[in-house]
């Protein structure tokens, strides 16, 4: 489920100060669209991919994927060398290795989520979260402090879990469908009428849209250092 890292593609809008060109060159920061991309853009919790685009000459480093108008992705970044028009083919590389880290935490997210509830009660709910390449933040709504214990016990779920290795499983369906499989759908998330569920064995199922491993097992170990 990490989806792809590279494809070629072709740019649609170039962005440079919020102005739509036709051409950029050396030193210029601007925001590139593409036809199609292999690039996440930040969203839900999930930082956005860095990487490059590349054709001959051209490298232009990208620093931040976003969502314009909440659909497009941009590429955020800045020319390195050569020159890049509206038209042209290139070669779109995500930074693999970043992404792989990505995906190990926000997997561990959907874990987490479901081992709070299982240990604090049904009535934790997801308010937030920040899903990046070194660690995982996790907001949620509890009445009080978690305990010591209650923490050593979340740990312990996920890294039963993480033993177990169940597969991800992925499927696109109906929203009400989606509901009614179980899967948690999170406060404030605006949805479609077709929706992504990610399951993980018997533990976990979500609406999801983001990246994730193919194996619970590939996350390693999880590990809470701060509440």
Known sequence: MVDRVEQVSRVRDLFVDGQRVERIGPDQ???????????????????????ALSAGALQFQVEDTIKLAGVFHAHVGRVRSGTLELGDAVNAAVDAERRRAIVLHHSATHLMHAALKAVLGEHVE????????????FDFTHPRAVTEAELTEVERL??????????????????????KTGATALFGEKYGDRVRVVKFGAFSTEL????????????????????
């Open 29 to 51: 920061r601007a925001v590139v669209v593409l036809e199609e991309t292999p690039f996440y853009a930040e969203s839900g919790g999930q930082v956005g991919d860095t990487g």
């Open 126 to 137: 997801q308010r937030g979260s920040l899903v990046a390449p070194d660690h995982l933040r």
């Open 158 to 179: 996920v890294n039963q879990e993480i033993r177990v290795n169940p597969d991800s499983d992925v499927a696109v369906m109906d929203f009400d469908d989606a509901l």
């Open 208 to 227: 999801c849209g983001g990246t994730h491993v193919d194996r619970v097992g590939d996350i390693g170990q999880f590990k809470v250092v701060e509440e």
